[in-house]
């Protein structure tokens, strides 16, 4: 699974060399404090194992640096959420604004979809409009918001929740 985006950068599968910069690349969404609760980034070990190992992919330059990275967990491991995920996009700083994002969210779609995924979500703090935007374009609608969800760094914090259901998956 491959997919190019031009200029040298392309979508593929993660793989366990990709490690140290996923982490980082994590790290610096958590640093940045509109990401997500945790605030640090997992050891490669815990990320592994957590992550459905079909559906995690890097985004490349061309000359191999990650420049993002999307991955989805399961929701639950009852029988009737087989087919819904929650998902994560991390885009490098550098990288941003030129498409990454949205070839890997476009790119984990198509895994999702084939993989007969019905539904994609994830919960996105308000703050974070980029990722709003992003998610809204690839066709992800907001549910709702949950208030005051979880506290940050001693902050209350809402989360923007999103889904998009698949339009091919029945």
């Known amino acids: 699974m491959t997919a190019d985006l031009g200029a040298g950068v392309q979508v593929a599968r993660m793989l366990p060399e990709h490690a140290e910069q996923v982490l980082a690349i994590y790290q610096l969404g958590i640093d940045e404090g509109n990401a997500t ?19 995690r992919l890097v985004a490349l330059s061309d000359d191999g640096r990650v420049l993002g990275w999307a991955a989805a967990v399961p929701v639950s491991d009852r029988c009737a959420y087989a087919g819904v ?21 476009d ?12 539904t994609i979500q994830s919960g996105i703090f308000p ?12 066709g992800f609608r907001v549910i709702g ?22 339009p091919s998956v029945d």
């Open 127 to 138: 703050e974070n409009t980029a990722s709003l935007a992003l998610h809204t374009r690839a």
């Open 107 to 118: 790119t984990l779609i198509a895994s999702t979809e084939a993989a007969g995924i019905w």
């Open 85 to 105: 995920v929650e998902h994560s996009v991390y885009v490098h700083p550098d990288a941003r604004g030129r498409g990454v994002g949205a070839a890997l969210l």
């Open 145 to 166: 918001t949950r208030e005051r969800i979880g506290r940050h760094h001693g902050t209350w914090r809402d989360v923007t929740l999103v889904e998009r259901r698949s």
């Open 37 to 55: 609760f945790e605030t640090t980034a997992p050891d490669w070990a815990a990320f592994d194992a957590a992550k459905l190992p079909d559906h």
